[in-house]
C-alpha cells in the first residue's frame, strides 16, 4: 500500500524553517515561523515560566492522568483570562486544556461538525496556512471572506461584509481576535461590533482564534472582541494558545471554550467537547497546563508574566518602528507606514512571492511566500542587512 502513497509537499510555514536550518550562511536571516525572539535572537524561557516550573518540580507528586477536560483549576483560568473577571463569572462558558491553538481549532472543528450540524466555515483571505487544512481535514467545506484593500497591506471591511453576506444560517466564520496571522490587519472596535451584529442576525456561529492575546494592545484590550460579542448575548467558540503570550510553543498548552446561552446548553457542550476529546487524545499533557495555571493563579507570577509580556509587545512596536525608518530611508517615495498600523508578530510586507524568493536565494533572508515576515525575528544585528536587501529586491 505504502508504494503509491504520494509525497506530501512540505509545510508552507516548518518546510522553509528546514530550509533555513540547512543554509550555511552565517548571515541567514529566519522571518518564517511565528515565534518570539529576543534581542540576542534566542527564543527565551519566560522568568515567570521558570519560577513556576521550579514550584512545580518541588510539589507535584504524581503524572498520572488529568481529567478529559483538564484540570479544573486551569481550566477557570483560562475562562477568566479570556472572558475577563465580570464576564466570567456570568457567562456559560464550557472551557477545556488542549495541546495548544492548533488542537483546539481541530476539536472546534470536529465539533461544530459532528455536534453542531455546521457544514461550511468561512475564513478571511488570506488566513493562516493551517487553518483551510484543520478544517477541511475535520470535514467542514471551506470558503473565504476578502480581506484586504487593494494595496494588500490594510483592512476592507465593506469587502469582509460583502463577502460574508452569501452566508447561510448555521455557517460558522472564523475570526483572528487579534494580530491577524498572516497579515497583522485588525478590525478596529467598530468593526467589531458591527460584525458581532452582522453574525448574530444571520445566526452565523463565531470561532475566535485567540493565539495572541496581550501581543495587540493589552490582555484586557485584545480580548474585546470576543467579551463584547459574548455580553451581547451569542453563542461562540473560542480557541486560544498559550505558544506565543507564555512562549510554552513546544509544550502544547491552549484551550477550547464554548459560551452558551443556557446552563443545559453549557454543560451538553461541556460532555461534547469531553467525548470529543477522549476519541482524539484523550486526555490533555500535563506541564504545559500546570506552568499556565501556576502563573495565572499566583499574584506575584502574574504581574511578573504580564510584565514580559508588555516586554515582549513593546518591543515589536519598536521593531516595527525601526524597520520602517529605515526602509524609508533607503526607498524614499515608497510609503511603509502600514507595518506600523499592523499589529502583533507578523506583517504582511507587500512583497510578492519572487521577491521573497529572491531574498532566500540571494540573501539567506526567509520570509513567507506570501510576503508575510515575523517582526519578532528582526534585532540590531540583523536590521540593517534585512533592510538594504529587502530594499534591493523592491
Ligand atoms: C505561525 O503561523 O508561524 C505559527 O502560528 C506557527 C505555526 O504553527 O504555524
Known amino acids: 500500500m505504502f508504494e503509491s502513497v504520494p509525497v506530501n509537499p512540505p509545510d508552507a510555514i516548518f518546510g522553509l524553517n528546514e530550509l533555513f536550518k540547512n543554509d550555511s550562511n552565517a548571515n541567514k536571516i529566519n522571518l518564517t515561523v511565528g515565534v518570539y525572539k529576543d534581542a540576542s535572537g534566542q527564543t527565551p524561557i519566560m522568568k515567570s515560566v521558570k519560577l513556576a516550573e521550579q514550584i512545580l518540580l518541588d510539589n507535584s507528586t504524581t503524572k498520572s492522568y488529568l481529567p478529559i477536560d483538564g484540570s479544573p483549576a486551569y481550566r477557570t483560568a483560562v475562562a477568566e483570562l479570556i ?79 460583502a463577502s460574508l453576506s452569501s452566508s447561510q444560517k448555521g455557517d460558522a466564520v472564523l475570526l483572528h481576535t487579534v494580530c491577524h496571522n498572516p497579515t497583522g490587519v485588525d478590525l478596529s472596535s467598530d468593526q467589531w461590533t458591527e460584525l458581532g451584529e452582522i453574525m448574530k442576525t444571520k445566526s452565523l456561529l463565531p470561532i475566535f482564534d485567540f493565539a495572541y ?23 461562540a467558540i473560542i480557541c486560544n494558545s498559550f505558544s506565543k503570550n507564555f512562549g510554552l510553543y513546544g509544550e502544547r498548552v491552549g484551550g477550547i471554550t464554548a459560551i452558551s446561552q443556557t446552563a443545559e446548553a453549557a454543560a451538553a457542550m461541556q460532555s461534547q467537547i469531553k ?5 482524539m487524545y484523550s486526555n490533555p499533557p500535563i506541564h504545559g497546563g500546570a506552568i499556565v495555571q501556576t502563573v495565572l493563579t499566583d499574584a506575584d507570577l502574574r504581574n511578573t508574566w504580564e510584565d514580559e509580556l508588555t516586554g515582549v509587545r513593546e518591543r515589536i512596536v519598536a521593531l516595527r518602528s525601526q524597520f520602517v525608518d529605515k526602509m524609508a530611508a533607503l526607498v524614499p517615495g515608497r510609503d511603509f507606514e502600514y507595518i506600523n498600523r499592523q499589529r502583533g508578530m507578523f506583517s504582511y510586507s507587500g512583497l510578492s512571492k519572487d521577491q521573497a524568493e529572491a531574498l532566500r536565494n540571494d540573501h539567506s533572508i526567509y520570509i513567507l511566500g506570501s510576503g508575510r515576515i515575523n517582526i519578532a525575528g528582526m534585532n540590531a544585528d540583523n536590521m540593517d542587512g534585512l533592510c538594504k536587501a529587502i530594499a534591493s529586491v523592491l
Open 83 to 161: 472572558l475577563g473577571k465580570d464576564l466570567s463569572g456570568k457567562a456559560l462558558a464550557s472551557t477545556a486544556q488542549t495541546p495548544g491553538g492548533t488542537v483546539s481549532l481541530r476539536v472546534a472543528g470536529e465539533l461544530a461538525r459532528r455536534v453542531l450540524g455546521v457544514k461550511t466555515i468561512w475564513m478571511s483571505n488570506p488566513t493562516w496556512a493551517n487553518h483551510p487544512k484543520i478544517f477541511g481535514q475535520a470535514g467542514l467545506e471551506i470558503k473565504q471572506y476578502d480581506y484586504l484593500d487593494e494595496s494588500g497591506t490594510g483592512l476592507d471591511f465593506e469587502k469582509v461584509k
Open 213 to 235: 492575546q496581550g501581543f495587540g494592545e493589552g490582555l484586557e484590550e485584545d480580548a474585546s472582541p470576543i467579551r463584547k460579542f459574548v455580553a451581547s448575548g451569542g453563542e
Open 275 to 279: 467525548s470529543t476529546i477522549r476519541t
